[in-house]
């Protein structure tokens, strides 16, 4: 009797293991579930394989000036689930997506502006941007060390050089951008011309500029 209960205890055993292990994993980040793709969402809640250095919650950026209260990273539900599927496909090839921006609240689009009223630099508030409708992301590449790629200008740089399709970089450079571009490009992605950091999710101008705001606490 004893030798006959043995392996079937052992199997319990194991099964018992899996179970916990599987609700682990899924207590780590919230699945992909059935809202409204327009809902704002904050990407952490959805997945934690992504790297942030979200340049407006400090003053390391070309505004000099810090206007987010605090650093998170809200975007249409729509917009996370694209960027979740591109983040996961780099991963396999060793890479990830670092974020300098995200959605940005049509208060804080006036505010830089009054900082850089410069359409060159800045939206202008009057019409908003994609980042004022939840559909834009600024993002580079790291690699599974956290090392960015060199993309050849640094993030908010704006000079011919930021363009796509500037000419005088080295191979590893132009690589390295076309790596993005091309991921990002898979999932529904426009690329803005010149600067290379920006992508706006295609279905992103349809949605209205919003105003809604984070709780920092």
Excluded at 72 to 87: D, M, Q
Excluded at 110 to 127: E, G, L, R, T
Aim: hydrophobic fraction near 35%; aromatic fraction near 12%; proline fraction near 3%.
């Amino acid at each position: 009797m004893i030798s006959t209960l043995k392996p079937l205890l052992i199997l319990l055993f194991i099964l018992y293991v899996v179970k916990c292990n599987s609700q682990t994993v899924a207590n780590s980040s919230k699945p992909l579930a059935m809202i409204n793709d327009t809902t704002f969402v904050n990407l952490k809640e959805y997945s934690q394989d992504f790297v942030y250095d979200m340049k407006y919650a400090t003053e390391d950026n070309f505004l000099k000036a810090k206007v987010y209260d605090c650093a998170k990273c809200y975007l249409r539900y729509k917009t996370v689930k694209a960027l979740i599927l591109v983040n996961e496909r780099l991963m396999k090839k060793g890479f990830k997506i670092k974020l300098f921006d995200c959605y940005r609240p049509l208060d804080i689009q006036k505010k830089m502006w009054a900082i850089v009223s410069n359409p060159i630099y800045v939206a202008n508030p009057s019409n908003g941007s994609i980042h004022n409708r939840g559909g834009a992301v600024d993002i580079t590449l790291v690699d599974l060390n956290g090392k960015e790629l060199d993309m050849g200008t640094a993030f908010d740089y704006f000079g011919i050089e930021a363009s796509h399709d500037y000419p005088n970089f080295s191979k590893e450079i132009k690589n390295n951008r076309k790596l993005l571009k091309k991921n990002m490009e898979k999932e529904h992605f426009n690329s803005f011309d010149s600067e290379w950091w920006h992508y706006n999710l295609k279905t992103g101008s349809k949605d209205s500029v919003s105003n809604f705001k984070w709780d920092c606490n």
